[in-house]
C-alpha cells in the first residue's frame, strides 16, 4: 500500500482504541514510541507531585500526567502527549472533558530520554510555543538542568544550583532544580 493509500486516523478513533500503548498522532499518522525509562519516569514523576501540589494549594487549574493527550490540530489530526502539563482554572470552565483537550496546555514539559534526538525535542517545544503553549520546559536527567523556553523570549537554562519561577504560568511558584533531580 502506498502512503497516499494509507488511511489517515482521527483523534476520536485513536480514543476509540483504548490503550495501545504510548503513542502520538502525528497529522493522522498513528506514531508508536517505547515505554520510558525509570529515570525519565521518576523525574516526570516528581514534577507533576510538585507542581501539582502548589497548583491544587492554589486552586489554579489541573496538571496532568504523562501521555494525557491534547488535540491541537484537526484534518489530519494532530494530538501530542507531553510528560507532564498544566492548564490554568480559566480555560477548564466546562470541567475536564472525558477524550482529548481540544488545544494545547498552558506549561507543556518534556522530559528529555535517551532516545530523544536534539532535532526532535526542538520541533516539540516549537510545536508547543507555535499552538499556544505559554512554557515549555525541557526537562534534561544527564546534565540535571531544565531550560524554559516561551515564544519571543530567550530561552532560561538551570542548573542544581538554581531556584526556579515561571511567574507567567505558575504564579508564586518556586522550584529547587536540585529537588527535581533528586537521588534516592
Request: glycine letters at 8%; one cysteine or more; proline letters at 5%.
Amino acid at each position: 500500500m502506498s502512503a497516499i493509500d494509507a488511511k489517515l486516523v482521527t483523534a476520536d478513533e485513536l480514543l476509540a482504541m483504548g490503550d495501545i500503548g504510548r503513542c502520538e498522532l502525528i497529522y493522522g499518522e498513528l506514531v508508536m514510541m517505547s515505554p520510558a525509562g525509570l529515570e525519565h519516569g521518576a523525574v516526570a514523576y516528581r514534577l507533576a507531585r510538585l507542581i501539582g501540589d502548589f497548583v491544587e494549594a492554589n486552586d489554579l487549574g489541573q496538571v496532568f500526567a504523562a501521555e494525557t493527550g491534547f488535540k491541537i490540530e484537526t484534518d489530519p489530526d494532530l494530538v501530542r502527549a507531553p510528560d507532564v502539563s498544566f492548564i490554568a482554572k480559566a480555560r477548564l470552565t466546562g470541567g475536564i472533558p472525558r477524550g482529548y483537550f481540544k488545544g494545547v496546555p498552558d506549561l507543556a514539559i518534556e522530559v528529555n530520554s535517551p532516545s530523544d534526538a536534539r532535532r526532535e525535542i526542538a520541533e516539540k517545544v516549537n510545536m508547543w510555543l507555535a499552538h499556544g503553549t505559554a512554557s515549555c520546559w525541557v526537562v534534561d536527567p544527564p546534565t540535571m538542568t531544565i531550560t524554559i523556553h516561551r515564544a519571543g523570549k530567550k530561552r532560561i537554562r538551570l542548573t542544581i544550583r538554581d531556584r526556579m519561577k515561571d511567574e507567567s504560568t505558575l504564579p508564586g511558584f518556586v522550584l529547587l532544580v536540585s529537588k527535581v533531580f533528586k537521588r534516592p
